[in-house]
């Protein structure tokens, strides 16, 4: 499994090898704080795999930044690089190689294709507890200058509640939890509400229903998953959107070109920019902890 798994690697690796030396040269602009807080965090997650996390996750950095927003990927999906795939990119570094002394941000965020701009998770945030005291305080201190290049920080995490993914998501000012309309997935996703919203301060939690098929479908998803959350958990969830079930996204995903740069007009893409310009212009509640307050809760728990 594990040889496929490198050969399937390989055989994609080295049709983009990215850098992240472009940084200091794209046209990202450096030094506009955004506000007093930082970026905005918004973690992506879902209950159930494969249901859409990195594609919306992705094709988001791209419709956001079409609206004139910087944005950064937190590939914090261990291990398995899945920004880099849907990019067609092979990423040499990651959050880790933070911990070498001549490493400095600008190396390990990745300029990618399509203008999106990511840095590759590592096993630097799921073994953070591990590291001693010293490398958290370095990775915190590098990390927390991302704020000079975001707007709007997109943290791709894993599924389902194990592998510190509560962690991520209770960490981050806003979460998007992204499910099919699969009964598996809802009482997947259900099982996410039930533990975010049992330690989240103050839980700031939207639905994404993936790969619907027609409206009443939507309906009925949010309809159900939203009165179960009100009942047994006494949380209120919002619908942030939908995305239609679109060939033309398994399609993008084979040539490893994001739907929304190569087909913008598909509905996936249609959709997925409406998801955008809710986050953007529809009611905000206000940043909480922001991007270093993230990092605090991830590196520094004890303060
Ligand atoms: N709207 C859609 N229409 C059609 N197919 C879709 C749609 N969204 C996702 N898919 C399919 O689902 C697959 C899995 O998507 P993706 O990799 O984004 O899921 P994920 O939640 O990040 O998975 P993992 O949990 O493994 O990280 C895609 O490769 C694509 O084939
Ligand atoms: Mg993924």
Redesign the pocket.
């Known amino acids: 499994m594990n040889d496929q798994a490198t050969r399937l690697r390989r055989m994609i690796e080295d049709k983009h090898a990215v850098n992240g030396t472009g940084f200091g040269t794209g046209n990202n602009k450096i030094g506009q704080r955004a506000g007093k807080t930082g970026p905005r965090t918004i973690a992506i997650t879902?209950g159930?795999?494969?249901?859409?996390?990195?594609?919306?996750?992705v094709n988001l950095a791209i419709a956001l930044g079409n609206m004139g927003k910087r944005v950064i990927i937190i590939d914090a999906?261990m291990g398995?690089a899945?920004v880099d795939i849907?990019l067609g990119t092979t990423s040499r570094v990651n959050l880790m190689s933070l911990l070498n002394p001549d490493v400095v941000l600008e190396d390990v965020l990745l300029r990618g294709p399509y203008g999106v701009s990511y840095i590759s998770g590592g096993s630097g945030l799921e073994h953070a507890m591990e590291m001693t005291v010293a490398e958290r305080e370095i990775l915190f201190q590098k990390l927390a200058a991302c704020e000079d290049w975001a707007d709007i920080i997109l943290i791709?995490t894993?599924?389902g509640i194990g592998n510190n993914v509560l962690d991520f998501i209770v960490s981050a000012d806003e979460v998007l939890l992204?499910t099919t309309p699969e009964p598996t997935a809802l009482t997947d996703a259900y099982a996410v509400m039930k533990g975010y919203s049992s330690i989240a301060d103050q839980p700031n939690l939207k639905l994404i229903v993936?790969?619907v098929i027609d409206e009443p479908e939507i309906r009925e998803v949010v309809g159900t998953l939203s009165r179960t959350a009100e009942r047994f958990l006494k949380i209120s969830v919002e619908c942030l959107g939908y995305?239609?079930?679109?060939?033309m996204?398994?399609k993008s995903?084979r040539q490893q070109v994001p739907v929304m740069a190569g087909h913008p007009d598909a509905i996936?893409s249609r959709?997925i920019a409406s998801i955008a310009s809710g986050l953007i212009n529809g009611q905000r509640e206000k940043v909480k902890l922001g991007w270093r307050g993230f990092l605090k809760k991830i590196f520094k728990p004890s303060y």
């Not at 159930?48 to 996750?57: D, P």
């Not at 995305?243 to 060939?247: A, E, K, L, V």
């Open positions: 879902s159930k795999g494969g249901v859409g996390k990195t594609n919306l996750t999906d398995m899945n849907l791709d894993g599924a992204i993936n790969r995305i239609y079930d679109d060939q996204m398994i995903v996936s959709c």
